[in-house]
């Protein structure tokens, strides 16, 4: 086997790699009044009950899915770290979002969709704003980039921050790309 039958191979089975296999980052816990958030997508909600299910704090890591076939559901949640506690040790989050297609129109917004009010007792950690969006793609949707933009506000520290993700909708022809 020469050199350049090789290089194709690897080339095609990290190109493989990347597509099927789910994006996995590291989240740092920021210190309080350092407010920071993170959006996260799947096609199985079981990373949200997990999430649920530990104690999280210092670092943490999570598989993140981007690309979707027609029939799927984006489970996308926010995670936020860095936010601030008033003198009882309560937080006061909440979040608002716009969905947004290809070509920048809404498609659809809601404000103060989450709200996070209670009590945390330590002062770095994450907390998973709730609900989560379900965003089913249904077979008749046009295949392209779906951006959704998260606004979270801190009502004690009345700091606010942004974050997206882009969520990929493949055609219907490419389903085992989304996989």
């Known amino acids: 086997m020469t050199m350049q039958p ?6 095609i089975i990290l ?15 920021m210190p309080e009044g350092s407010l920071k958030a993170f959006a996260i997508s799947s096609a199985n909600p079981r990373y949200i009950e997990r999430w649920n299910a530990s104690n999280p704090q210092g670092q943490q890591q999570i598989s993140v899915q981007k690309r979707f076939a027609p029939g ?5 949640a926010v995670i936020v770290t860095g936010y601030s ?10 979040a608002s979002f716009r969905f947004t297609n290809s070509a920048g129109r ?17 002062e770095t950690g994450f907390i998973m704003l709730d609900p ?14 779906y951006r959704i933009e998260f606004e979270i506000n ?9 974050t997206s993700i882009v969520l990929t909708l493949e055609p219907q022809n490419n389903q085992n790309l989304a996989r």
């Open 15 to 29: 190109f493989s790699w990347a597509v099927i296999c789910p994006e996995i980052f590291a989240l740092d816990a």
């Open 72 to 76: 799927e559901t984006a489970y996308t």
């Open 154 to 162: 801190d009502h004690i520290s009345r700091r606010r921050t942004l």
């Open 106 to 122: 809404v498609l659809f917004r809601r404000d103060a969709y989450a709200r996070a009010k209670r009590f945390i007792p330590r």
């Open 85 to 94: 506690r008033d003198s009882h040790q309560q937080i006061d989050l909440d």
């Open 6 to 11: 090789v290089r194709i191979l690897l080339f």
């Open 132 to 145: 989560a969006l379900d965003i089913s793609f249904d077979p008749q949707d046009p295949a392209g980039n």
